[in-house]
């Protein structure tokens, strides 16, 4: 027939990135979806693993001990100031992998994806995503998109997963603190839970705080290189500090004493927990990390995180102690001596 | 008790409604001055619940912490 | 933070703690209440009783709203946010209180209920004007200090002339609780509990004055100073109320003169006295039925009485038998005395009243200070 000489093999009308909404249709495996994986996540992401656009990504390996971890990321607001839903994405999953002393190699990503949610919106979280995977040198190498009915979703909710390789001779656990280590971590703490509340429209305060999401990584390499046998590392997400250590001390059976003059928390952080009766050791970090080490090494750590723009602001906040109770505990400013005890349910702001 | 959670803070602006802005170490917050009268810029309040309770007297702060100064000078000669 | 952390400065405590250690008679124990969950909070925060004589003993008062509304009031919110069409506005406080059956505002909001959390009176007004279609309920608590905020509220309502706006009334008094205290029997008579003095309330003083302590301090013989909620606040009040026994006096003394004038804050008070007037009585949890001790909207403002807009059943509800909730919140038990703290009762899973906000004596003492051996003697020995 006349007309069909002009029909191109696969073609469809450019997705429109600037008024278009994700759409049933983008997850139910036909034309859409594979548009919308081309001209979005596949541009964003593009790689020599992803290009032969294979239901799995094929990759070499090396000898030695590897890692895997998976981490689910919800957040309102998806943009905020330092990040968005996607560079999150990304650093969260590198700084699991890398909490173990790896070196992360390679990501995965998997988006729920809500009907109505706006493309520009979705085009503006995978840059993100892409950009941090470059700047980390992780690859994002394969992923998956679903589509779910307008109502069932917040937007858009990503899981990332990552495999890293552990350099040989390491061997950090959250079981190996010992009585008389030294508790490091690498900066400010609750810097991401208070730019995360000021935006929450009841909460209505303003701040100049930015969240401090970055991939520790590069950081996490130096500290092992320079001290190798590192006990502890974590990243205090969730729960903040407090809720690290508890798991840590839990897990190790050690107590713990912190001294909080040793703390390094940002004034408006401070100022913001006063408001809400919150306390800045329970609110989540995305960009910091703690870590445990013998006490010889723990100046030569701590000058080795200093020389990373990363760990500027870090800082020895503590001790590990024999504790059969496992208490942490805070030697306070004042004189006095407190338990820092594991968060009871969601820390709600009080009046009272 | 619930009285417990207010914290002192400096008024930065007046606004609408008799309304201000309170900054508390770069922290921002509207609050209402319902509750309080003759209020200015410079001002520190004692904020509860998004309200100025009560204005702060700075010299009767100043004097407080003479008194602990005092008792530490007290210390010291004893 | 300028007056904030000038009032947290550790070289200073140590100084007071210097001139406490070195002015209390070692021949005598000093038995003293914080009326205030405020101060109870900072005594733990910042492990105050550390700094202090082995005879010094803080015994924690029943100064935390949250502790002592009764269940059935709780009980009451809950079933009023289950109604269609119905936003109920509470602050975070008393979201988490579990009632009998276990149930929370939480809970209840988990399962669908339209429960909202705000940060001030002004927001439930906001919400009411946002949502004209439903009714808004604001879930009111707490004493002298949160009640003039409530207040403004209504009068807003009024003037905005908003016919969706409640208020779900629990303003409840210090002073009347004060005297339930120094009146109840094991103090009076039975001498089970020994109170040599009170550091008096911080913000609620604001409000009211230093004035309505001075019949403690005459007709119980009993020194009040009243004390900011900053811990050097609290130092100083423990060692002016050392000064006043040692000298046999028993008056108000004001720490807090920054905030707290002898009259308080006037216009706050007749904001509070034209829209709320007494209760003949409100039980209080742990204590009881406690005469006068709380508010109630004056029929003028009916149409913003959540009370008289709703059904709500005059419900009580007993505690857990094993919880010693009541006795702690009178002074004559301390949590660790209770057979159930730590065990059954905990932050996570909390029976009583005092395990519930963390303001309340088993929560504090949980929370920061159960590492520390019972080196400090109950009150009751004596």
Not at chain 1, 291 to 298: L, P, Q
Not at chain 3, 290 to 313: N, T
């Amino acid at each position: 027939m006349s007309g069909t000489g002009k029909i191109k093999p696969g073609y469809a009308r450019s997705l429109d990135l600037k008024h278009g909404c994700i759409e049933m249709a983008h997850g139910s495996g036909g034309r859409a979806m594979a548009q919308l994986i081309n001209q979005l996540f596949l541009a964003a992401f593009d790689n020599e693993f992803l290009r032969p656009m294979n239901d799995q990504a094929s990759f070499p390996v090396f000898n030695g001990r590897m890692v895997m971890s998976t981490d689910s990321h919800v957040i309102t607001p998806l943009f905020f100031p330092g990040g968005d839903i996607g560079s999150l994405s990304v650093h969260g999953t590198i700084n699991d992998v890398a909490m173990s002393g790896a070196k992360p190699c390679y990501l995965a990503a998997s988006f729920i994806l809500e009907e109505g949610f706006p493309l520009s919106d979705l085009k503006r979280i995978a840059d993100s995503m892409a950009q941090a995977a470059r700047a980390a040198r992780v690859p994002i190498v394969t992923g998956d998109t679903k589509v779910v009915e307008k109502g069932s979703g917040d937007g858009v909710f990503i899981t990332t997963t990552g495999i890293g390789m552990v350099p040989d001779g390491i061997n950090i656990s959250s079981e190996n603190a010992r009585p008389g280590d030294k508790i490091l971590v690498s900066g400010t703490l609750g810097d991401h839970g208070i730019c995360i509340m000021s935006l929450r429209e009841n909460l209505s305060f303003h701040t100049s705080i930015k969240s401090d999401t970055a991939a520790l990584h590069d950081l996490v390499a130096d500290m092992v290189a320079a001290v190798p046998s590192i006990h502890v590392m974590r990243d205090p997400t969730r729960g903040g500090i407090a809720t690290a250590l508890n798991e840590i001390a839990l897990q190790s059976s050690v107590g713990m004493m912190l001294h909080e003059n040793q703390l390094p928390i940002h004034e408006q952080v401070n100022a913001a927990c006063e408001f809400l009766g919150f306390d800045p050791l329970y609110i989540a970090n995305e960009g910091k990390l703690v870590a445990i080490c013998a006490a010889e090494d723990a100046e030569n750590l701590l000058k080795t995180m200093r020389t990373h723009p990363l760990g500027e602001k870090a800082a020895i906040i503590g001790e590990v102690i024999e504790d059969s109770h496992c208490f942490v505990q805070m030697q306070t400013r004042f004189g006095g001596k407190r338990i820092v005890d594991w968060l009871s349910g969601e820390q709600l702001p009080r009046i009272c | 008790m619930l009285m417990c959670l207010a914290i002192p803070a400096c008024i930065e602006q007046l606004t609408a409604d008799n309304h201000a802005i309170v900054n508390l170490a770069g922290i921002r917050k509207e609050i209402s001055l319902a509750l309080v009268e003759d209020i200015v810029p410079g001002d520190y309040v004692i904020v509860h619940v998004g309200f100025a309770l009560q204005k702060l007297d700075p010299i009767e702060a100043e004097h407080t912490l003479a008194l602990f100064a005092e008792l530490s000078a007290f210390n010291q000669n004893s | 933070m300028k007056y904030i952390d000038e009032f947290r400065d550790g070289a200073l405590a140590r100084k007071i703690a210097a001139s406490i250690a070195a002015e209390v008679n070692s021949q005598h124990d000093y038995h003293f209440m914080e009326f205030c969950g405020g101060h109870t909070h900072a005594i733990s925060r910042y492990g105050i009783v550390d700094l202090l004589p082995d005879n010094v003993h803080m015994i924690h008062g029943p100064g935390c709203p949250v502790c002592i509304l009764p269940i059935g009031r709780v009980e009451n919110a809950i079933q009023l946010a289950q109604t269609p069409q119905l936003i109920l506005c509470s602050y975070g406080d008393m979201l988490r209180i579990p009632t009998a059956s276990g149930m929370s505002l939480l809970k209840a909001k988990a399962q669908g209920a339209d429960i909202r959390m705000i940060h001030s009176s002004a927001d439930a007004i906001k919400i009411a004007q946002e949502n004209p279609r439903h009714q808004v309920v604001f879930f009111a608590i707490g004493f002298e200090t949160t009640t003039p905020p409530t207040a403004v509220a209504i009068k807003q309502a009024q003037a905005l002339g908003l016919s969706n706006f409640s208020v779900f009334c629990n303003h409840v008094l210090t002073p009347s609780a004060i005297s339930h205290i120094l009146q109840s029997p094991e103090v009076r008579q039975l001498n089970l509990i020994r109170l040599d003095g009170f550091i008096g309330p911080a913000h609620v003083s604001t409000v009211i004055g230093s004035r309505p302590y001075e019949y403690f301090a005459e007709e119980f013989q009993k020194p009040v100073v009243i004390a900011g909620f900053e811990p050097l606040d609290v130092m100083q009040a423990i060692l002016m109320l050392i000064r006043q026994l040692n000298q046999g006096r028993a008056e108000v003394e004001n720490e807090f003169t920054r905030a707290v004038l002898p009259n308080g804050n006037i216009k706050a008070q007749m904001l509070v006295a034209e829209v709320f007037e007494l209760r003949r009585t409100f039980e209080w949890r742990g204590l009881g039925l406690v005469p006068y001790s709380a508010l109630k909207i004056k029929s003028a403002y009916a149409d913003f009485d959540a009370e008289q807009r709703f059904p709500m059943p005059a419900l009580s509800i007993a505690d857990n038998k094993a919880c010693e909730c009541g006795a702690i919140l009178r002074g004559v038990k301390k949590p660790q005395d209770c057979k159930i703290f730590g065990t059954v009762c905990t932050p996570e899973n909390p029976i009583g009243s005092c395990m519930v906000s963390s303001e309340g004596a088993c929560a504090a003492h949980y929370s920061y200070g159960r590492f520390r051996a019972e080196k400090h003697v109950t009150a009751k020995e004596h």
